[in-house]
């Protein structure tokens, strides 16, 4: 079942924590989009700006490579993304509201994944080595965790997703 705005139903699995997956609501493909083009466009910029400064590559060379690495990052982010909340929901857990230290499985597990799938991207770009390619992605990487931390603990600030006990608990009279 659907719900207004961006968010939808998960079916019960479990209970745990007083709530119900059920009663779990989740961002929905409209708001993935909206994350995963703002995390993108950010972080984009960034990357240009600082591998042109560290780097004998230019900015145009540097953000070539940061609009490739952040068109596969858009596609992983869009799937592990929904794979992680799905996961979190199975466990009784509301994704919006996950511990810093499931933030940083979370970050390590998806950029360890964005490693994988963009080595051979930098070794061809930049010309480098297996070495120099994997250097540079652990590099990127370490940065991007904590780009990643920070990013997803604003968005969830800044675009929370309301939970239907908090809408039950506004509606309430107070004093009652």
């Known amino acids: ?32 989009v909206r994350y995963a083009l703002l995390f993108e466009g950010i972080l984009v910029v960034l990357f240009a700006l600082v591998t042109a ?30 794979a992680f909340d799905r996961f979190d929901v199975s466990k009784g ?21 964005l490693v994988v799938c963009s080595l051979p991207l930098v070794m061809w770009w930049l010309d480098f080595s297996f070495w120099q390619a994997l250097v540079f992605d652990v590099g990127a990487m370490a940065a991007v965790v904590v780009y990643t931390y920070f990013f997803t603990l604003a968005y969830d600030r800044i675009f929370p997703v309301e939970q239907p006990s908090q809408a039950r608990s506004a509606a309430e009279p107070r004093g009652s």
């Not at 924590?17 to 409209?30: E, F, K, Q, Y």
């Not at 490739?68 to 993304?81: G, K, Q, R």
């Open 1 to 32: 079942r659907k719900m207004a705005g961006a968010e939808s139903r998960l079916r019960p699995e479990r209970r745990q924590r007083g709530l119900m997956a059920t009663d779990i609501v989740i961002r929905n493909g409209a708001d993935r």
């Open 53 to 82: 400064l560290l780097f004998e590559h230019g900015v145009v060379t540097m953000g070539g490579l940061a609009i490739m690495l952040s068109l596969i990052a858009l596609v992983v982010t869009f799937f592990y993304n929904y």
């Open 93 to 113: 857990r509301v994704p919006t509201r996950r511990t810093s230290g499931w933030r940083i499985v979370h970050a390590l597990g998806f950029e360890g994944t």
